[in-house]
């Protein structure tokens, strides 16, 4: 088991900052890949970001690419979701997971364990 705790959510001014999060325990891997998701109020969840085991390769969603940075310190066993130029449309429940597979994956399906998730709130 995989337990993950997300932070560092919070109310930001569009134009702002944040940085999330992810710490994982229990049976953790460096070899296996990341990501975030979020969830707005009355939508689906959506993929926003993923990187790989090794921290080398990185998958963003074209609504948050050239805005979010996605990293990994594996020592840590911490996740990290820099968000910068944020806009009131990237007010979500924003969750981090572990995917089952070595790579920055896309689909919500090949992910098995989520955290609870650390809201961020965009105002206009």
């Known amino acids: 088991q995989v337990q993950l705790v997300e932070s560092g959510g919070g109310l930001v001014q569009a134009g702002g900052s944040l940085r999330l999060s992810c710490a994982a325990s229990g049976r953790t891997s460096g070899s296996v890949g990341m990501g975030w998701f979020r969830q707005a109020p009355g939508k689906e969840r959506e993929f926003a970001a993923s990187?790989?085991?090794?921290?080398?390769?990185?998958n963003y969603a074209p609504s948050v690419k050239g805005r979010f940075t996605v990293s990994r310190d594996n020592a840590k066993n911490t996740l990290y979701l820099q968000m910068n130029n944020l806009k009131p449309e990237d007010t979500a429940l924003h969750y981090c997971?572990?995917?089952?597979?070595?790579?920055?994956?896309?689909?919500?399906?090949?992910?098995?364990?989520w955290g609870q998730g650390t809201q961020v709130t965009v105002s206009s």
């Open positions: 997971a572990v995917c089952k597979y070595d790579t920055a994956c896309y689909s919500s399906t090949s992910y098995n364990y």
């Open positions: 990187i790989d085991g090794s921290g080398g390769t990185t």
